[in-house]
């Protein structure tokens, strides 16, 4: 009832994508100024918002897709604007406003979907569904797609630890970065996007 090659080569491809030591700057990026029991409830409110739209996907992805006419390559362009905003707003510190603080939960967006459940995430899981074989492939694809959310909410839980080292300043300093880094992997997304498109 499992395949040690199936789950190894899913969870290997979807640590890869979703990078949960790379989501560590990002999480206390747009986390940075709530009370830490609120930002250790946004970390399993990211993973598990996640873990529900993958699950959809890997369930009903193909049909969703066919259905809303919507092509592989157009799902990233989308994913990548939606990043670049979220970029934006932490290269020019408007996440620091108090206003956004208290009222936005980014542990839905951007954090849950697209930053961890991602066009790439989304299209590897639906390619895994459709290739295991039998009851065992499958079970080996869940175990592996639910072994990853268990370590991306680890890594996120545990970061919080960070904040108490690097203090106010740091977590400023985090946020620039993180805000550049964002609109690389954003521009990146686009950018392959366009070239699918183009290829297709």
Do not use: C
């Not at 157009?74 to 020019?92: E, N």
């Amino acid at each position: 009832m499992f395949d040690a090659a199936v789950f190894g080569s899913l969870f290997l491809t979807l640590f890869v994508i979703m990078d949960p030591p790379g989501i560590t700057p990002i999480f206390l990026a747009l986390t940075s100024g709530r009370p830490v029991k609120v930002q250790r409830r946004m970390a399993w409110q990211a993973a598990l918002v996640a873990f529900g739209v993958i699950t959809v996907f890997g369930l009903f992805g193909q049909q969703i897709l066919g259905y809303l006419h919507v092509s592989t390559p157009a799902l990233m362009i989308a994913g990548g604007l939606l990043l670049l905003l979220v970029a934006l707003d932490l290269l020019t510190g408007k996440t620091d406003e108090p206003k956004q603080t208290k009222e936005v939960n980014v542990a839905l967006v951007p954090l849950g979907m697209p930053l961890l459940a991602g066009p790439g995430a989304i299209v590897s899981v639906i390619l895994a569904v459709q290739r295991a074989d039998g009851v065992t492939g499958q079970v080996s694809v869940w175990l592996a797609i639910a072994a990853m959310h268990v370590v991306l909410w680890l890594t996120m839980r545990y970061s919080l630890g960070i904040v108490r080292i690097i203090k106010e300043g740091g977590v400023v300093l985090v946020t620039r970065l993180s805000g550049m880094l964002l609109s690389a992997i954003a521009v990146q997304q686009i950018a392959n996007g366009v070239t699918q498109f183009i290829q297709g």
